[in-house]
């Protein structure tokens, strides 16, 4: 494996565990288990150790969610329209049959009284995504485009929340009918 190759396989194999067992449920060995790789490996891309993975890992999964939210944003003809769309790709995303994983972001939140690092790369993932909201409900005419975007982070996030619990789609599935209903967004 060339070694962009090894870190990004490090990096999914360390996102996929935290969003099963959380930060603190996930030993190294069973993250270069997972990845198929050396101890060596893990240091030499991430020096300051699991926490430096972690960190990682989170920025690359709000980055995968992100291009998601510009995917259902971009063809939408209305704010509402791009949250339902959302929803609808959330919850393909979230395969039938498969375990669904907390979001990338709570996986690592728990963890932040311990670990201030992965708070941060937490909240700049979030920050990242509600400004990509803005963005979309500013370019589709939103009156509101600041607090329409943290309406709908939190309702995604509660959505997400729900689906971990029931370990179904239904509450993205129920949260997009809404926003085509016209949930006011």
């Not at 101890?39 to 998601?68: C, M, N, W």
Request: net charge neutral; glycine share 8%; with cysteine.
């Amino acid at each position: 494996m060339v070694t962009s190759e090894n870190r990004n396989a490090l990096i999914r194999a360390a996102a996929l565990l935290f969003r099963q067992r959380g930060y603190h449920g996930v030993a190294l060995a069973e993250i270069l288990k997972a990845a198929d790789l050396p101890k060596g490996s893990l240091y030499y891309h991430f020096p300051g150790g699991k926490r430096d993975l972690a960190t990682q890992a989170t920025l690359a999964a709000g980055r995968t969610v992100e291009k998601i939210v510009n995917r259902a944003f971009g063809d939408a003809d209305s704010f509402g329209a791009g949250a339902a769309a959302f929803c609808d790709e959330i919850a393909d995303f979230l395969q039938p049959g498969k375990m669904i994983e907390a979001c990338p972001v709570a996986s690592v939140l728990q963890a932040s009284t311990s670990e201030p690092e992965l708070r941060e790369a937490a909240r700049q993932v979030l920050k990242s995504w509600g400004e990509c909201l803005v963005m979309h409900a500013a370019r589709l005419g939103h009156p509101t485009p600041h607090d329409v975007a943290d309406l709908v982070l939190m309702q995604m996030e509660g959505a997400w929340l729900l689906a971990v619990a029931e370990q179904n789609a239904r509450p993205f599935e129920r949260l997009a009918q809404l926003y085509r209903a016209g949930l006011r967004v």
